[in-house]
């Protein structure tokens, strides 16, 4: 009962942390300089436009409601939350560590931070989809589709992380034509996305992918091989996510 108390009130301590350093990185900014600023110094294929950014707006909302229902006290002996234990409070910890090694300028670092937060969503996945015939209707909403989105979103923020990280440190492809380079990267996101999508179901994850990839269309749009790679990256999603759905709702299991 104590350690469950204690999980409770770590999970809740890390949300509050975790949004205050968020805001404040843009607020005071830390180190100086805004977040869109300092990614805008280098011109990378695979970060999308900025409005895209705004989904942090939903990874919050959706993270604040998993942390009010895990803090309730009927929800204390949740074998579903009990599982997860430790693991959403971490990832409080990843992010906002990565923030301040990104607001510093610190990229090399930041890249296994960001790594570290990836493979503690990719836990909470795998902990969650055990117990899937469970977590429908609310507690879909509010237990698994917070992670799922937060893990949807991590897995584009790494790609063009890494992307960015070796952009600062001078690496210039062996002078391949960084579009290419962009090209490439944007068909591994899509393959690793592809996979999720077809092994899991995961609609939630899926919109998010698909989100960021026309996002890139966007941004990238006055370069044809890179628009055109993620245009395409994005209706191949997009039409999993709808057969998944499609294919959910005939066998009567629809969970969203």
Known sequence: MRSDTARQALTILSFIGTFAVNVAANAVPIGGTMTNVISDQFHVYVIPAGYVFAIWGLIYTLLGAYTVWQGLRRNREDPVLRELGWLPALTGLFNSVWIFLFQYEVFALSVPVIVGLLLTLIAIHFRLWGHRDVLRGRSYWLVRAPWAVYLGWI????????AQTLFSLGFTGFGID?????AVVLLVG??????FVLRFGDAAYGWVIVW?????VVKESATQLVAGVAAMGAVVVAALVVRAMATRRRSGAIRL
């Open 155 to 162: 897995t584009v923020a790494t790609i063009a992380n890494i």
């Open 190 to 195: 899509l393959a690793i996305a592809a996979t």
């Open 178 to 182: 960084p579009a290419l380079i962009a």
């Open 212 to 216: 960021a990839y026309a996002g890139i």
